[in-house]
């Protein structure tokens, strides 16, 4: 079954809102969480990187205080689009490993639909 | 819905030795290929894509992949694998113009010197 949850899988919203997407591991501790983003006919692009206890590591060109990401517990990381746009609609993707040479599970992503 | 699979869960091999991950998906229509690489400590890295064209696709590193429609598979190859090649391999794939991915388990590779 899923070790990494990630919800909601689809969500709508209108332009100027804010949207959640939390990223679960399910049985185990995730020390470390990525976020993902993916445009149609594009290949995979990092945001950033979350350690449990400590801020994020955005990558280049990614906003972070467009993209909040907290990675609060050892099993929880969110990210929240704030003031969406249409240009956020894309489909976000987190994935989560344990301690070092641990596997690396992804979640199912969340398909993004700003209007 | 799409499901992709990949055979082997860790490889392990040795220093110049050939290198093959099978990658096989389920989903009828047109389709997008990718593998992904992550070495230890790091992030995901594309390694090659394919989107149409020649099924023969050349990626970084040396890496090669070959897209058999037939038979579903997108199987990724390097004919002699390094140290440094030691990471793990995600295959993915999404459908048409979709853009949700979906990936495989990964396989550890594991080259020994």
């Known amino acids: 079954g899923a070790v990494v949850s990630q919800h909601p899988s689809w969500v709508i919203c209108k332009s100027g809102t804010s949207v959640k997407i939390e990223c679960r591991s399910l049985?185990?501790?995730?020390?470390?969480m990525f976020w993902y983003r993916q445009f149609p006919k594009q290949s995979l692009m990092l945001m950033a990187t979350s350690n449990e206890g400590s801020k994020a590591t955005y990558e280049q060109g990614v906003e972070k205080d467009k993209f909040l990401i907290n990675h609060a517990s050892l099993t929880l990381s969110t990210l929240t689009v704030t003031s969406a746009h249409p240009e956020d609609s894309s489909f976000y993707i987190c994935?989560?490993?344990?301690?070092?040479?641990?596997?690396?599970?992804f979640g199912n992503g969340t398909r993004l639909t700003v209007t | 819905a799409q499901s992709v699979s990949q055979h082997n869960h860790h490889v392990i091999l040795s220093e110049a030795a050939s290198l093959e991950l099978g990658c096989n998906y389920s989903?009828?229509?047109?389709?997008?290929l990718f593998w992904y690489v992550q070495y230890p400590g790091q992030h995901l890295q594309l390694l090659l894509k394919?989107?149409?064209?020649?099924?023969l696709v050349k990626g970084i590193k040396g890496f090669e992949a070959e897209f058999i429609k037939s038979k579903f598979s997108f199987n990724l190859r390097k004919p002699s694998v390094q140290w440094s090649d030691t990471a793990e391999y995600f295959c993915a794939v999404n459908a048409g113009n979709d853009y949700k991915l979906s990936f495989g388990a990964g396989t550890t590779v594991t080259v020994r010197a």
């Open positions: 994935s989560a490993r344990g301690p070092t040479h641990s596997p690396l599970h």
């Open positions: 989903y009828g229509g047109t389709v997008n």
């Open positions: 049985d185990f501790q995730a020390t470390t």
């Open positions: 394919y989107f149409s064209g020649d099924p």
